[in-house]
């Protein structure tokens, strides 16, 4: 099929920016793109859930917006929420195909007496709240106490425990949105703990964020050295002999007197959690590793428990996806069920013309960058369809469908809209910041409107 294409890709984070820089770079087929997204700006998870002190890992965002808009043929739809302003039957009129890439924007609920209290936070919420989302940037965030308790042992607590000990002048060239930002600098948070039921082979942080830990102003490290020998370290690895080494060098530092204190405790998990209207305290429960026959490390509670007191808890033990609007989903697994991309509707075969992409297609794995290859199987999956004829013709033109949304008060922003906000933001920024985000949909929607004719 040599034909012209209209695709639509429904979410404006890395995975659909990936798809769409893949597809805009064919010549035959010509593709036309059109992006979707339910916040009136581009980023995503990029933008809402990287760390606002690890700016320069959004630049990938620019770079595949930029591939995505270089044959002059995708289009944005800001503030356009699929199931709310316009459904997938009426997107799949339109066009031949539709790709979901809306990413798992919630967390993993914490099944644990009490975590429904104020001040125990789900780490998507935390972590939109200071990056600004506007679903999230109004939270009541409390950081009077002195300690703070991070459930979860991979890169997502590293970030939120960096961040709540970092002073304000380490945040200073951050995007952290304002309110966030308020409450860092008049923090009284001086110890954050870092819980994780299994050992620290087990653990998901990458190398670099690990070691960034000791480069944190005036903040001391401390595990207990007996944590590094229990089960896991395979012999060989080189990557897990990295992460042992940097756990040896903090468990090895000498106590000196610092304002702050970060520790990690291993083989603990929570049970409990105390408080009336607010967080007071935790419960842990020590626990033992238990190898397998398959090899899997399995954590094996032992009884012996401990209280803990706090008045933040933040779970960071996994993001997950939900369900959308007229698409099949697998409550087991939080995926969209699909073959190679394929969205399958049943048993029996594939939803014609519907694919899918990124964490909604294989679950919250990888980072970044692991969304390129995903995104490029999906494409040659489309691809191959539109050849084989699977593909049909869209019933009306785009014409029609931005009379659908204006016949339904929706106000859309556009790509023009966009870079409008982008600049604003950029030219709000205080020194060495990046930007200064906007952190609320009307204010976004404001900016988008004074974008030149």
């Known amino acids: 099929m040599n034909e012209p294409l209209r695709i639509a890709i429904v979410g404006a984070g890395p995975a659909g920016l990936y798809a769409a820089a893949e597809l805009a770079r064919l010549q035959v087929p010509a593709v036309t793109l059109n992006v979707f997204d339910r916040?009136?700006?581009?980023?995503?998870?990029?933008?809402?859930?990287?760390?606002?002190?690890?700016?320069?890992?959004?630049?990938?965002?620019?770079?595949?917006?930029?591939?995505?808009?270089?044959?002059?043929?995708?289009?944005?739809?800001?503030?356009v929420e699929i199931g709310r302003d316009v459904q997938h039957d009426e997107l799949l009129a339109h066009h031949n195909a539709v790709i979901y890439a809306s990413g798992a924007p919630g967390s993993q609920p914490l099944d644990v007496p009490g975590a429904e209290l104020?001040?125990?936070?789900?780490?998507?919420r935390f972590v939109g709240w200071y990056n600004g989302h506007p679903d999230e940037a109004g939270l009541d965030v409390d950081l009077s106490g002195e300690r703070a308790v991070v459930i979860g042992n991979g890169n997502v607590a590293l970030d939120i425990a960096r961040l709540l000990l970092k002073s304000a002048d380490e945040l200073a060239d951050s995007d952290t949105a304002d309110r966030a930002r308020e409450a860092f600098a008049n923090s009284r948070i001086r110890e954050v703990v870092i819980i994780g039921r299994r050992g620290p082979a087990q653990a998901s942080f990458t190398h670099p964020e690990l070691r960034e830990l000791g480069q944190l102003r005036d903040v001391a490290i401390a595990l207990d050295a007996n944590d590094l020998a229990v089960p896991g370290w395979e012999p060989g690895s080189f990557t897990l002999m990295q992460r042992r080494e940097i756990f040896e060098r903090y468990a090895g530092q000498t106590r000196v007197a610092t304002k702050k204190r970060l520790q990690f405790r291993f083989l603990t998990s929570p049970v409990a959690?105390?408080?009336?209207?607010?967080?007071?305290?935790?419960?842990?429960?020590?626990?033992?590793?238990?190898?397998?026959?398959?090899g899997r490390v399995r954590a094996i509670a032992t009884g012996e428990t401990e209280r803990l007191d706090t008045g933040l808890i933040v779970h960071a033990i996994g993001y997950r996806a939900a369900?959308?609007?007229?698409?099949?989903?697998?409550?087991?697994?939080?995926?969209?069920?699909?073959?190679?991309?394929?969205?399958?509707?049943?048993?029996?075969?594939?939803?014609?013309?519907?694919?899918?992409?990124?964490?909604?297609?294989?679950?919250?794995?990888?980072?970044?960058?692991?969304?390129?290859?995903?995104?490029?199987?999906?494409?040659?999956?489309?691809?191959?369809?539109?050849?084989?004829?699977?593909?049909?013709?869209?019933?009306?033109?785009?014409?029609?469908?931005?009379?659908?949304?204006?016949?339904r008060q929706c106000e859309f922003v556009d790509y023009r809209g966009w870079k409008s906000i982008d600049r604003h933001e950029r030219a709000r920024a205080d020194g060495d910041a990046p930007r200064r985000k906007l952190c609320s949909v009307d204010a976004t929607l404001r900016v988008a409107g004074n974008a030149p004719g």
Not at 364 to 379: H, L, M, Y
């Open 39 to 79: 916040l009136p700006c581009i980023g995503g998870l990029a933008r809402a859930g990287v760390a606002p002190d690890h700016a320069e890992r959004r630049l990938i965002i620019e770079a595949t917006e930029k591939l995505a808009r270089s044959g002059g043929r995708c289009e944005f739809f800001g503030n």
């Open 118 to 124: 104020a001040g125990c936070w789900p780490a998507n």
């Open 273 to 294: 959690i105390h408080g009336d209207a607010r967080v007071t305290g935790v419960t842990l429960m020590r626990n033992r590793l238990d190898t397998e026959p398959n």
């Open 323 to 407: 369900p959308l609007p007229g698409i099949p989903f697998d409550e087991r697994t939080h995926t969209v069920p699909n073959d190679a991309g394929r969205v399958l509707a049943d048993r029996a075969g594939s939803a014609g013309g519907t694919y899918v992409t990124g964490w909604l297609k294989r679950g919250p794995r990888g980072v970044i960058g692991s969304n390129k290859q995903c995104a490029a199987e999906t494409v040659r999956a489309l691809l191959a369809d539109a050849r084989d004829g699977r593909l049909t013709q869209p019933a009306f033109g785009m014409e029609h469908f931005i009379e659908l949304l204006h016949a």
